[in-house]
């Protein structure tokens, strides 16, 4: 057996392979170790970005949720404001229209009280005329003196 090549040839090979199939098997084990740490970096890497990409979507989710609920508050407030500023306008015209009616009401009076304190003046100018004009063409002139000395009698006791 040791004389036949084959049999060398199969030591050979079995010293072949195991000096460099050892070596190239831990290489190749060291190659596939690196490319498996790599791809495990890559996956921490992976959930690490997409943990914080949920959180950032939580943050501006929230944000997004408060600034609904402000703007709804916002719209609130204005609600409540253009409803009292409208309470104090209607207010304020029926003040307005209130005091518009009495100055109306007053203007009315006094023009009233005009007119008829002018037709009272026209009406005694009126009396005075025709009087004047009866008394000329009736009484003679001693009767005249006679009534104007009677009425400057009367005016003492009118007066007072």
């Known amino acids: 057996m040791f ?3 084959e049999f060398w040839v199969g030591v050979a090979f079995v010293i ?4 460099v199939y050892r070596p190239i ?4 084990a060291a190659a596939l170790d690196d490319r ?10 992976a959930v690490r970005l997409r943990e914080e990409a949920q959180a950032l979507l939580a943050r501006y989710q929230r944000q997004q949720n408060d600034a609904v609920k402000e703007a709804e508050e916002i719209i609130a407030q204005a609600r409540e404001t ?8 209607a207010k304020s015209l029926e003040e307005l ?6 100055q109306v009401t007053d203007r009315i009076a006094r023009a009233e009280q005009e007119a008829v304190a002018e037709v009272r003046a026209r009406a005694v100018d009126l009396a ?6 009866l ?3 009736t009484l003679d002139d001693k009767a005249r003196a006679a009534s104007v000395d009677a009425a400057i009698g009367d005016l003492a006791t009118k007066l007072h």
Do not use: H
């Open 3 to 5: 004389e036949s090549p």
């Open 16 to 19: 072949f392979v195991a000096l």
């Open 25 to 28: 098997s831990a290489k190749l």
């Open 36 to 45: 498996a740490a790599k791809i495990k970096a890559e996956l921490d890497e």
């Open 82 to 89: 253009s409803e009292a500023f409208a309470a104090q306008a």
């Open 97 to 102: 229209l209130k005091r518009r009616e009495i």
């Open 128 to 133: 005075i005329g025709a009087t004047r004009r």
């Open 135 to 137: 008394l000329v063409g």
